[in-house]
């Protein structure tokens, strides 16, 4: 059961990239959640966002909704990151995650999920 993220690079403020996360060895199972996590040098691993096992709710940090798109393509196995209008701030390792059952609550607790990505960095430059 592995995740892989990829698509991370250097990318100018106001620019885009589009993460992706692919699951092998295993399909994402009904009643799962796959989520986006970015963590900064010094800080603590943050939320950014996530998405239900159908692709029929997303939900969004704060900090990068009307910015960033989650979506996901289960014939494919891949939950995909678009990231637009591009900020300093948004510099990070970003993570993919999945788990099963994690409720809306749960959803921004890292510790909710069992499936880990490597992560993937993503540098911001002015």
């Known amino acids: 059961v592995q995740l892989q993220a990829s698509g991370g690079g250097l990318v100018q403020a106001g620019g885009y990239l589009r993460l992706s996360c692919a699951a092998s060895?295993?399909?994402?199972?009904?009643?799962?959640?796959t989520a986006w996590f970015r963590q900064a040098p010094g800080k603590e691993r943050e939320f950014v966002a996530a998405?239900?096992?159908?692709?029929?709710?997303?939900y969004y940090a704060d900090s990068v909704k009307g910015r960033f798109t989650i979506s996901r393509d289960n014939a494919k196995y891949t939950v995909d990151l678009q990231m637009n209008s591009l900020k300093l701030e948004d510099t990070a390792v970003y993570y993919c995650?999945?788990?099963?059952?994690?409720?809306?609550?749960?959803?921004?607790?890292?510790?909710?999920?069992?499936?880990w990505g490597q992560g993937t960095l993503v540098t911001v430059s002015s």
């Open positions: 060895g295993r399909t994402f199972s009904t009643y799962e959640k």
């Open positions: 995650a999945s788990g099963p059952r994690i409720t809306i609550v749960a959803m921004k607790n890292s510790a909710s999920y069992n499936y």
């Open positions: 998405i239900t096992w159908n692709g029929g709710v997303t």
